[in-house]
């Protein structure tokens, strides 16, 4: 939330660091004799550890261990040269190359996240003058496998991503400087537009699909690989770059482009009768105010004859949290939408609805799957437990953390896991997702109205969801059963949108639908 800047979710502030060097002074002559802390600023790589050790310390969901999360970070050096080794013993660390001792140094304190960077940047330093593998990596390689080793032992969501991962990520959630357009290479070679987003400056300047793009910058597309084509596109915004395009064979025209601020579009809609059924890709900067334009059209297409929508949120993976606040907040009049809880203080977060509605009570139909995740499940869960929404299709899920993203001194990113998200009822979303109110992926249940009839009969458990619910964050039986209630299985996806089209269609079984998912909450929050 896989936050965001943002919490997913959250911005790094730039902190002041005393980096302590005193429990690091050398103990034999091998490691040499380190200089003062404050007679040299500190290197790049060593503030690009002092960031990312002090941010664990600081907003990691629980208590860290250094001694324990140095060490494995260190260990990762292994993982590039089996000949390089480091152990703790007692209050020494000492690095090894090919069996013989290179080094000694004092450990760093348990607690102390600056300590330890500075360990971890000497032995580093130490260990790629005895090994040719580790002279040769790249600073990036050395932070990506330490960093790969510290977050191991943090949860499945802390994670370090290298500068250029972290660059293509961060224009996913927050946009770029570009012109607003994808490619796609052909077998024969030739670049095509294939999506040009609205008002933006391709769009403009008439570029449209199918477009064939030659050049840019007076260089030929042919020449270039689909990361080099999206690097000449994207730059600073208010810069120029001027691409060749030609239609249909004719004739080449060289337009001159200024880029501008682009935002990936999440939000696509369509009608079905009169049925709006609008699809969520995935929570980035703009997706709240997208889905209301779209809702907005909607309406207007299709007036007072509007039956009611379905939001898909199948395969959705989450994204920025506030997003999913957003959304959310256009559906619900009243009453809390999620709240968050986690060590640091400013993780412990409360979210209230705003008194609107953008579709002013009409019915409304919610679709997830297994892969509907993170910002996602807050959305769907926020909706069934505010009676706002009916659930269908199968077991979200359950990644149920906000992450912070903080932005390190090399320009990579680390995620840190620093709170638990919690539902209108007061269950948390980790491990337990959001669970249909109609399941559509019980094995051999293809007709919809056979998925139906539990609910059209008064078939369903929900006191009996509730009471796993209840349980599952501490007892594995009751949370096995709750998974297994709705167990994810691939399925036509045609399925669920059939299931709620039927549900629209008829006002007192929605109706029967909403009131069945609105239970008891489970603590007070």
């Known amino acids: ?84 080794t480091v152990e703790h013993a007692g209050s020494t660390v000492r690095l090894y190359v090919s069996g013989a001792l290179a080094a000694e140094y004092g450990a760093a304190a348990d607690g102390d996240a600056a300590g330890w960077a500075v360990l971890t940047t000497r032995i580093i330093d130490r260990a790629r003058a005895y ?19 510290v977050t191991a032992d943090l949860d499945g969501y802390s ?25 796609d290479t052909t077998s024969n070679g030739r670049v095509i537009v294939h999506d040009v987003m609205p008002h933006s400056p391709a769009e403009r300047v008439g570029i449209v699909d199918g477009d064939q793009l030659l050049a840019i910058d007076g260089d030929l597309t042919t020449r270039m690989t689909a990361a080099d084509m999206r690097e000449r596109l994207r730059g600073p915004t208010g810069t120029l770059v001027t691409l060749t395009v030609a239609r249909d064979n004719g004739a080449p025209r060289r337009l001159p482009l200024r880029r501008e601020r682009v935002v990936p579009n999440t939000v696509t809609y369509s009608m079905s009768g009169d049925v709006g059924i609008v699809k969520l890709d995935r929570f980035n900067a703009t997706t709240a105010s997208s889905l209301r334009s779209a809702v907005t059209s909607i309406r207007q297409a299709a007036g007072p004859t509007l039956q009611g929508m379905v939001l898909d949120l199948r395969g959705n993976p989450g994204g920025l949290l506030d997003q999913a606040v957003a959304v959310a907040d256009l559906f619900i009049r ?20 705003n008194p609107d509605d953008l579709l002013d009570g009409l019915p409304l139909v919610v679709l997830v799957d297994g892969r509907s995740a993170s910002s996602a499940e807050v959305v769907a869960a926020a909706l069934q437990d505010s009676g706002r929404a009916v659930v269908v299709g199968a077991s979200s899920y359950g990644k149920g953390s906000v ?14 896991t620093w709170s638990r998200i919690y539902t209108p009822a007061g269950y948390t979303l980790h491990r337990q997702g959001v669970q249909p109110t109609v399941c559509t992926s019980r094995a051999g249940q293809t007709d919809p109205e056979a998925l139906l009839s539990d609910l059209r009969e008064g078939r369903l458990r929900p006191t009996q969801v509730a009471s796993w619910r209840s349980k599952a964050a501490d007892d594995e039986h009751a949370l096995n059963a709750l998974r297994e209630a709705c167990p994810w299985k691939e399925h036509e996806p045609e399925l669920d949108l059939k299931v709620a089209m039927r549900l629209l269609a008829e006002p007192g079984l929605y109706q029967r639908a909403v009131a069945t998912a609105v239970v008891n909450t489970v603590a007070e929050r």
Request: hydrophobic residues 40%; aromatic residues 6%; glycine residues 10%.
């Open 1 to 84: 939330m896989s936050g965001v800047a943002h919490r997913l979710i959250r911005p790094l502030r730039h902190l002041a660091f005393q980096l302590s060097a005193a429990a690091l002074l050398a103990t034999t002559a091998l490691a040499g004799t380190p200089q003062a802390a404050n007679s040299a600023p500190p290197s790049v790589v060593e503030q690009v550890f002092s960031v990312g050790f002090a941010k664990i310390a600081e907003v990691y969901l629980e208590p860290v261990s250094f001694n324990r999360l140095g060490m494995d970070g260190l260990k990762g050096l292994t993982a590039l040269d089996s000949s390089v």
């Open 131 to 149: 090994s040719p593998i580790l002279a040769k990596a790249t600073p990036e390689r050395l932070y990506q496998v330490v960093f790969d080793g």
């Open 159 to 183: 994670r370090y991503t290298g500068v250029q991962r972290a660059s293509n990520e961060r224009a996913q959630r927050e946009g770029y400087g570009g012109v607003g357009l994808s490619l």
């Open 334 to 353: 009243r009453g809390r939408i999620i709240s968050t809880e986690g060590r640091n203080p400013e993780s412990r977060q409360r979210f209230d609805a």
């Open 403 to 416: 992450q912070t993203v903080n932005r390190l001194p090399n320009d990579g990113e680390l995620f840190l």
